[in-house]
């Protein structure tokens, strides 16, 4: 199986900063990468897929590069409702594989 | 509304077997490929089953396999994930989510997840 890390695991932000997450999968990938947001009591909800594609209706704050093995999601400039867990899920080959996530705490 | 919504779930002894549902609206259901996901309390995700739109192609984890069962029912816009063998470890909330249409398998909508423990 296609193992997932990210890092950091967790830091903590103000708003406003620009804010770089990265995770590296363990053999090539492609771009089959996407990005969630998951906040406490509630489903993931979908940022990028194909590594750098937004998903309808995500704020163009956030944007993903990255190809192969090592890819990052930025958000440009932090906003109080980006306070969240953050994962990446590769979707190359099965068993489709998570990241164990990168958590966003307020400074 | 476009929407998943997972039912079933509660609080069974290792070695019983639980029925999930999820039911959808709002999107043409049998043109969609899902997966149940799951998550225990306080870890990240885990992806354990998923089937294609007519329910010919079907995939499962090493974790679950033998043990559990995904169908569909298109004609009534459902999935199940029927559950067997149950142990401490299949604990935690179970989402179903619905497969981007193009773009790959990421998975575009989530229900609201369903909680399963398994303890005696």
């Known amino acids: 199986a296609v193992r997932l890390t990210q890092s950091p695991s967790s830091f903590s932000a103000s708003t406003g900063d620009r804010v770089t997450i990265t995770c590296r999968a363990s053999?090539?990938?492609?771009?089959?990468l996407a990005w969630y947001q998951q906040k406490p009591g509630m489903a993931p909800k979908l940022l990028i897929y194909?590594?750098?594609t937004l998903q309808n209706g995500v704020p163009s704050r956030f944007s993903g590069s990255g190809s192969g093995t090592d890819f990052t999601l930025t958000i440009s400039c932090l906003q109080s409702e980006d306070f969240a867990t953050y994962f990446c899920?590769?979707?190359?080959?099965?068993?489709?594989?998570f990241g164990p996530g990168t958590k966003v705490d307020f400074k | 509304q476009v929407q998943l919504v997972e039912s079933g779930g509660g609080l069974v002894k290792p070695g019983g077997s639980l029925r999930l549902s999820c039911a959808a609206s709002g999107f043409t259901f049998s043109d969609y490929y899902l997966d149940w996901i799951r998550q225990a309390p306080g870890e990240g995700l885990e992806w354990i089953s998923h089937i294609s739109s007519s329910g010919t192609t079907i995939n499962y984890a090493d974790s679950v396999k033998g043990r559990f069962t995904i169908s569909r029912d298109n004609a009534r816009n459902s999935l199940y994930l029927q559950m067997n063998s149950l142990r401490a470890e299949d604990t935690g909330v179970y989402y179903c989510a619905r497969v981007l249409r193009s773009g790959g398998d990421a998975f575009d909508l989530w229900g609201r997840g369903t909680m399963v423990t398994v303890s005696s």
């Open positions: 053999q090539g990938i492609s771009s089959y």
């Open positions: 194909a590594a750098s």
């Open positions: 899920q590769q979707y190359f080959s099965y068993p489709f594989t």
